[in-house]
């Protein structure tokens, strides 16, 4: 029997979820496209049989939306398991936080019904995650502007400057907010090169240390009930006794080595990424499943083989609400890609999929599926991704075409109840993906969803 999970409300005392699935592993949910496949959903499913929900990289670029009972529910740092009971919520040391949009996003979520008690008591936060301050933001702002035409297409949010310094060794943890003597330290050290760099640079205003200073008491104070200081040992214990759901953000596409670099983010969203963000080996993973719509879309800038900017593009758009959670942004929508599909597979550890979003085509006469990538110079075709993206404008899609099944599969609940052109289509996305279909989805809700 597969349980809904208890929206939080009110100081009623909490009910004990007991019922799970037989053969639970720890798992890791990534996005297998370009972000926005609907990871959220994914990972609301398969919370319910996890004791911990670990998100173990990205920062509030990341967008994920709920349904629950028709109510939505917005992510961009919080891990969407806190909508169940008896959860640890974790966001790993590999996540970048602004605290800011930490406590915008609780207060949103307490607004919508989960009780504060309930955050404190589930919800923690790694000592060793690094800090988002103002000073990325204003960063991440100027030089997207800077770019111009060769904008990355980012969210200005202070991902990518947070990642910067993190990696320069001149980033400012959670942990650093609770030692004023280290906090000190660290500021002597990185303000002087900071402001220089802001000043110089980007002419931009410098910051003084009391003001810095200042701020990270603010943030101390937004942190303090959730920073768990114990991680060690609950995560020691966790990993030996309890069922781990590992969520992570944006999409295999979008990772700092694997994706459509430079139009990519400032993390590994790959199945690998989740062991070093969330501060545990690679043994402790047993599955990896794969998010993939569909179709194909993308926010911002970066190549995009099979992009339909014609009325069928606009369509897809259209009946699938393609617009993005954190910024509003339309998506570009195209046929689904099983070059990217393949490539995601390899690199992101993918053992198998969960397709979303399948009630899209529901009016489609025909369906499109991108093979291969023939290249319009050289006339070669190849089933496997070209990694130098600025080559990709030399390749077109080769198409395979499908029959649509112009019948309503909203309120399908079984695979075996889906039209045999939908399954047909499914069965050929596995073939060319190279793993197998476990969950599909044909709606925003968690019942409209099928296992495999």
């Known amino acids: 029997m597969r349980l809904k999970s208890q929206i939080l409300t009110g100081a009623n ?55 629950s009972n028709g109510k939505k529910y917005k992510f961009h740092l919080i891990p969407s398991g806190i909508l169940y009971e008896n959860k640890i919520c974790f966001i790993g040391a590999g996540v970048v936080i602004n605290p800011l949009d930490f406590q915008k996003e609780m207060t949103e979520l307490i607004s919508d019904g989960v009780s504060e008690a309930h955050f404190k008591e589930a919800l923690k936060i790694h000592p060793l995650a690094h800090v988002t301050m103002p000073w990325h933001t204003e960063i991440d702002g100027y030089s997207e502007s800077a770019l111009g035409k060769n904008k990355i297409g980012t969210t200005k949010k202070g991902i990518g400057p947070t990642y910067t310094d993190k990696y320069a060794r001149s980033g400012i943890r959670v942990e650093d907010l ?50 768990c200081f114990e991680w060690q040992k609950v995560l020691d214990d966790t990993k030996r006794n309890k069922t781990i759901l590992f969520e992570g953000a944006q999409g295999v596409l979008l990772d700092i080595d694997y994706g459509t670099y430079p139009y990519v983010t400032s993390s590994n969203p790959v199945g690998g990424g989740a062991a070093v963000g969330a501060s545990m080996g690679p043994l402790a993973i047993k599955e990896v499943i794969g998010v993939f719509k569909a179709y194909i879309t993308r926010v911002g800038e970066g190549p995009f083989v099979t992009e339909l900017t014609d009325e069928t593009g606009e369509k897809i758009q259209k009946i699938g609400a393609e617009f993005g959670v954190t910024t509003g942004r339309a998506r570009r929508c195209g046929w689904f890609d099983a070059v990217i599909a393949k490539y995601s597979v390899l690199v992101g550890g993918i053992s198998s ?100």
Request: aromatic fraction near 10%; proline fraction near 5%; charged fraction near 30%.
């Open 178 to 227: 609770f030692n004023e003597e280290t906090l000190s330290e660290k500021l002597d050290a990185i303000l002087p090169l900071k402001n220089k760099s802001l000043e110089k640079v980007y002419g931009l205003q410098p910051y003084s240390k009391e003001d810095v200073t200042a701020l990270c008491r603010k943030y101390r104070d937004i942190f303090a009930p959730f920073v």
């Open 353 to 452: 999929i969960a397709l979303t979003k399948l009630d899209v085509f529901d009016t489609f006469p025909e369906i499109k599926l991108c093979a291969a990538y023939r290249n319009v110079k050289t006339g070669e075709v190849s089933e496997y991704y070209p990694t130098n993206v600025y080559t990709h404008k030399d390749y077109e899609p080769v198409y395979e075409v499908f029959k649509g099944w112009m019948c309503d599969t909203t309120n399908v609940k079984s695979f075996d109840g889906l039209p045999d052109e939908a399954k047909i289509y499914l069965k050929r996305l596995e073939e060319v993906s190279g793993a197998p279909i476990k969950i599909v989805s044909t709606g925003p809700d968690r019942e409209q969803t099928m296992f495999v």
């Open 13 to 67: 005392p909490l009910k004990t979820i007991k019922a799970r699935r037989k053969t639970v592993e720890n798992t890791v949910v990534v996005g297998a496209q370009f972000g926005d496949e609907g990871k959220a959903k994914i990972t609301d499913l398969l919370a319910e049989n996890a004791d911990v929900v670990i998100r173990y990289q990205g920062g509030s670029n990341a967008g994920h939306t709920v349904v």
